[in-house]
Each structure stands twice: as structure tokens, then as C-alpha cells.
């Protein structure tokens, strides 16, 4: 059960955490290090199931970064997970990696994952400010529009 504070801004912002998704393959969803946790890329997804498509040809930027913040909502639910339910241990969010389902001649990458990173910062003040990198991938699995991994440092 989360509590306290970032319990209470996710709920002002209208965001429930789904429960952490299992890991669709022969991997963990999150490796913890001393106080440091390791996230596997949270692909793009919501109650409707996954959001699939590719930037520069049938999504635009609006819906890339729509589908990047969902990611950023499934990696708090695996920090919740690695936190035992708690997720006011989350001390920062050090890094993420945005990978984005696009064609070749689209270069806005960096404003697909802002989706991502703008809602981190919203709901978690200066928690979730990061370092990043933002790239594009020919296609991603599932066909989803965005993954994203990050790195977090709890308590």
C-alpha cells in the first residue's frame, strides 16, 4: 500500500498505480543494489492494454508523449514493488532511457520522452528530476509506441 506524501499528489493528479507488470520474459522487473533499484523498460500501456505505434508515421508527438508518461506511471509502480509497497522511500529518480518506436526522419525523441520526465517532475517535485537520454528505435517489442528503463535511488 503506498502512503504519505506521493500518495497524495498521484491522487491530485487523478493517477492510481497499476500493479507492477510481470516481466514478459526471462528477466526481473527490478534488480535492487544497497539503495539503488534498477528498472527494466516499462513499455507503453494503459487500461486499454498497450499502446502500440510509430511515431512519424501513424502517432504524432502528443500521443508519443501520452504513451511515454504511462511508462513513467508503470516505473513507479515497480519502485513501489521494490519498495515493499512504500513508495516515500523514493529518494530520486537518477535516469531514465527512452527508446521511441519511430521512422527514420523523425527527430523528436527528446519530445516524446519529455512525456515521461514532465510527469515525473509534476507529481514528484524536485524527487523527480533526472538525466536521460531519449533515442529512437526501428521498432520496439509488441509494437508499442515507447520504453522506457530507469534508475532510482530509495531509502
Known amino acids: 500500500m503506498m502512503s504519505g506524501k506521493i500518495?497524495?499528489?498521484?491522487?491530485?493528479?487523478?493517477?492510481?498505480?497499476?500493479?507492477a507488470m510481470a516481466p514478459a520474459a526471462n528477466y526481473v522487473p527490478f534488480v535492487t543494489l544497497g539503495n539503488i533499484v534498477y528498472v527494466s523498460g516499462q513499455v507503453s500501456s494503459g487500461s486499454d492494454g498497450l499502446i502500440v505505434g510509430k511515431l512519424g508515421a501513424d502517432m504524432d508527438m502528443l500521443q508519443g508523449a501520452a504513451a511515454a508518461r504511462s511508462?513513467?506511471?508503470?516505473?513507479?509502480?515497480?519502485?513501489?514493488a521494490a519498495c515493499g509497497g512504500d513508495l516515500d522511500r523514493l529518494v530520486r529518480v537518477v535516469?531514465?532511457?527512452?527508446f521511441v518506436n519511430s521512422t527514420g526522419n523523425f527527430t523528436d525523441q527528446p519530445k516524446v520522452v519529455n512525456g515521461a520526465s514532465d510527469f515525473l517532475v509534476e507529481a514528484l517535485g524536485e524527487v523527480g528530476h533526472h538525466s536521460r537520454s531519449a533515442v529512437s528505435a526501428a521498432s520496439l517489442p509488441f509494437g508499442v509506441a515507447v520504453e522506457i528503463e530507469g534508475i532510482f535511488q530509495i531509502r
Open 95 to 98: 535516469k531514465l532511457t527512452g
Open 71 to 80: 511508462c513513467a506511471i508503470n516505473l513507479l509502480s515497480q519502485v513501489q
Open 7 to 19: 500518495k497524495a499528489r498521484l491522487a491530485e493528479l487523478g493517477v492510481e498505480l497499476p500493479e
